[in-house]
């Protein structure tokens, strides 16, 4: 009887009617029949993932699980002796820790509450984790609020976890074998999770950011430096190049906040920054918010560098993804080129990256695997690669793989030939392929066979020349505290002679030139002296406006860069008819 009740409710949803539960229990309930085929009727088991399976989404899963391992542990003890069990899933929704009464353990496995189950709303229905992933909002899923008649029972409560770059990462849930029947009964499940999601957010972005300036918040001057509600790691210039979801909200509405200058955000400079530490109290450590309030802060500066926290930085900028602050500052059409990558990074679209040499064409074609979360990678280096190249690059690959393919305009004929046929082989496959010509319209498309072309280039993201960009100033920053641990510093004549420069190599270049730098400096001041002798190599055709919008069309800045006169330029400007933007 209860389960005929239960179908016929389905049935009113998907007639228009509404049912007077939470909206978005109504809508998973229609992806549920509409999307997915799901009967309501069927009483179909936990969906379990193989062992291979689960090793997998454990591997990748195990910079978050280190981050939550403390505050679940917490969260546990608090909950201790009311029945319930906590579950760490990944953004697909496999359960890759847990904690639970071992009494349960037979009716948590059975329950499918349990390491390895897979919540995703297509495989389980309406549940906690699956409505948490669709919506990326805290939600309680209760009882027969589940599409699936098996686990009607259940009552589960989920809290999203994002990254400190605003992507999903995980979801907590907290969930009951049986509970009280009114739905507000779980109201303190919910402050629960949420606030258990928010320190495990903290405590990434802690982890992550030790070389950084990070920046804490609290409403109340007694949480601050035991508890506080949101954070953002800031660079060496003062742009946010982390945040946790709480900030996201309390500084921008919900938008994105990575290559935010500070200043934009709140009333403070990254200068102000030492003002807020813990030498000062904590109700004098007043920062005001760009809508006219007011919150407290807390300043933690860059710890010195240690071996193992450069390799702990390292591994959770890969877990995260590498767009938004890691790749780029405040340039226009890196931004652009980077917003698409983002987008584009979890779908099967084929795509070309292109660029000159060393403008970091490889960096974010790992970029874009990493956050595909694709488990295989494959690397095929086109200069020379013959067809047993190819087929052994993918030979122990199995499973949704990205294929990167270097250099794809020196791809022998006979290798371009068999190439169309290994992607139709291996359908998970998705290439990404980088080449230093460029395919927007109008350039020489000779180097592949126009199918090929077509096949690959699902879609292009050209990359511009390091003497093109806007945000040079930030890059030498960036490289330049990387290579020193935050020890060395340019003159004003040092930092002028590099702004000026053509950097034909581009992000390689300007690499190597701060490293010989840092190795002929007798302080940790570098001068002009110090800088290696600029290359020679030089472009004989340059885009003057894109130079002149990189140099905010300072026309001396501009013939530096181009190693010409001021003259030349301001006639070049005349001839191609230009004008500065207002």
Sequence with gaps: MVE?????????????HATGRDSYVDASWRRCVEIYGMDPTRRDPAHIVTDAEFRTHREQADWMIGAARSCLQNLFRQ???QNYVLLLTDAKGVCVDFFGDDLFLDDLRGAGLYLGSNWSEDLAGTCGVGACIVTGEPVTVHQDDHFGNAHTDLSCTSAPIYDSLGQLAAVLDISLLRSPSPKSSQ??????VMAAARRVEMANLMAASRGEWVLRFSSSP???????EAAVALDGSGKVIGATRAATRMLSGGRNLIGAP??????????DLPDLMRDRPTEERVVALDDGGAVFGHAIAPQAPRRMQKVNHALQKRAQGWFGGALAGSDPTMSR??????RLASTSVPLVICGESGSG???LARAIHMASRRRGFAVLDCAGAGPEDMREALSAQSGPTTLLLLRIENLSSETAQLLPGLLDAHPDLRPVATSGQSLTPGASREALPSELLFRLSGSVLELPPLRERQDLGWLIDRLLSRRSGGEMRLTPSARAELMARDWPGNL???GNVLDVACALAESSVIDLPDLPAASQARKQEQDLEAVLDACNWNMARAARRLGVNRSTVLRRIRKERLRAPD
């Design 508 to 510: 390689r270049e300007l």
């Design 222 to 228: 007694e949480f601050l430096d035991v508890d506080p």
């Design 4 to 16: 005929r009740h239960h179908v016929d409710e389905i049935a009113q949803v998907l007639d228009g």
């Design 262 to 271: 500070i200043d934009s955000l709140l009333g403070l400079s990254v200068d």
């Design 361 to 363: 064409k490889t960096k």
């Design 337 to 342: 080129v980077l917003s698409q990558a983002e």
């Design 79 to 81: 909950v201790a002796g």
């Design 187 to 192: 109201n303190l499940a919910m402050s629960l």
